[in-house]
């Protein structure tokens, strides 16, 4: 196994027309390079958050936090949705924590 200090995690949140949220997190070590410069991973989770708007999805923003990820969504439905990532050794949990009407179909989170 590694340690800590030589691992890290590429985390990607996409959403879309399906109304779903889905995360992936991809773990890589300081040996996940390989001499022809190719990088294999080491472990790979993901999670599919399936019905989290009443429409499509347009937009999506991971803000890490101290001991989660802010996950924030927005879409069709006018609504602005903030949903807690955590990110453990073996999975990941979703969990939607709040959300208000926006007011305007969000397409841009930044």
Known sequence: ???????????????GDDQALSTCAV????????????????????????????????AVKLVPDEKFYRVYTTGHDEQIKLWQLEVGPSQLSMKCISHSPLGTEGSCMD
């Open 1 to 15: 196994g590694s340690s800590d200090s030589d691992r890290f995690s590429v985390i990607v949140c996409s959403v």
């Open 27 to 58: 773990d890589f070590t300081d040996k996940s390079k390989r001499l022809d410069g190719s990088i294999n991973f080491e472990e790979c989770r993901s999670l599919v958050t399936r019905g989290a708007s009443a429409s499509a999805l347009k």
